[in-house]
């Protein structure tokens, strides 16, 4: 389940809630790549637990990790 979007660049970031993963949906094509979670609810290296919200700013992109009480920040990769 679609929960926090944000834009980057002609890019869309959503925050999949229900998927454990945050990715970016590019509307010229349709296609759809994963930024960043596995899929798996958790505490690992690439894991989220219900991913809640997502910022970009500049090259960097902010996941509020819900269940897991964190805020992670990671680097874009260039567009």
């Given at each position: 389940?679609?929960?926090?979007?944000?834009?980057?660049?002609?890019?869309?970031?959503?925050?999949?809630?229900?998927?454990?993963r945050?990715?970016?949906?590019?509307?010229?094509?349709?296609s759809?790549?994963?930024?960043?979670?596995?899929?798996?609810?958790?505490?690992?290296?690439?894991?989220?637990?219900?991913?809640?919200?997502?910022?970009?700013?500049?090259?960097?992109?902010?996941?509020?990790?819900?269940?897991?009480?964190?805020?992670?920040?990671?680097?874009?990769?260039?567009?």
């Amino acid at each position: 389940m679609p929960h926090g979007i944000a834009r980057w660049g002609d890019r869309v970031v959503i925050a999949e809630m229900s998927a454990q993963r945050v990715v970016a949906l590019d509307p010229k094509d349709g296609s759809i790549t994963t930024l960043f979670g596995d899929g798996e609810k958790g505490l690992g290296p690439a894991q989220l637990y219900r991913p809640a919200a997502v910022l970009v700013d500049g090259g960097n992109l902010w996941i509020a990790d819900l269940y897991n009480h964190r805020v992670l920040r990671c680097t874009l990769p260039l567009q």
